[in-house]
């Protein structure tokens, strides 16, 4: 089953939103395999956002980035990737459909409160960028046969 990294950005941190966030991952029925606070450095903010590294606006999304911890996620799914991004809504909080994480909860187009990756090939970088192997705990929870049927799992 694919597998997509997310953070809890410092604007989800701060504003008291982990909770609700991570309410609505588990409602959706999206399995949680790994979960850490860290605190990020510009190091690793560099390589996690190198697409941005030459914008204007770098430096200030590398400070809205460390200006607290942030909570790392490692999400399991069947296409995964793609349903959370559905959920995570547009880059711009006052684009962002309502009924999407961004959508219902800011209205910044920085302090977007979660990162999520934008394809498995990113999801897999991403996640070996955050998490030590041992920090993913890949298991399979007694009520898979409630969230899938048979014919979702085998395609
Ligand atoms: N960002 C910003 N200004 C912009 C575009 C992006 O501050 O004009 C920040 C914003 O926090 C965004 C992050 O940079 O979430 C990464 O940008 P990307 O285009 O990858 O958007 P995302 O994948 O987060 O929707
Ligand atoms: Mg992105």
């Known amino acids: 089953m694919e597998q997509t990294l997310v953070i809890l950005k410092p604007s989800c941190v701060e504003r008291c939103l982990i909770g609700e966030v991570i309410s609505r991952i588990q409602r959706r029925g999206i399995i949680i395999t790994g979960m850490k606070m860290m605190q990020l450095d ?18 200030e999304l590398c400070a809205s980035m460390m200006a607290s911890p942030v909570v790392c996620l490692v999400l399991k ?13 547009a880059t711009n909080g006052r684009k962002a459909a309502p009924g999407t994480l961004r959508g219902d909860f800011c209205m910044s187009g920085q302090a977007n409160i979660i990162h999520a990756s934008d394809s498995p090939e990113n999801a897999k970088i991403e996640i070996a960028r955050f998490f030590k192997p041992e920090e993913v705990f890949d298991y399979v929870p007694q009520n898979l046969d409630f969230l899938y049927a048979k014919d979702d799992l085998n395609q």
């Open 77 to 89: 799914g069947v296409d995964v990737v793609e349903v959370f991004r559905a959920m995570t809504g």
């Open 42 to 59: 510009e190091k690793i903010l560099r390589e996690h956002y190198a697409h941005l590294v030459e914008r204007p606006f770098f430096p």
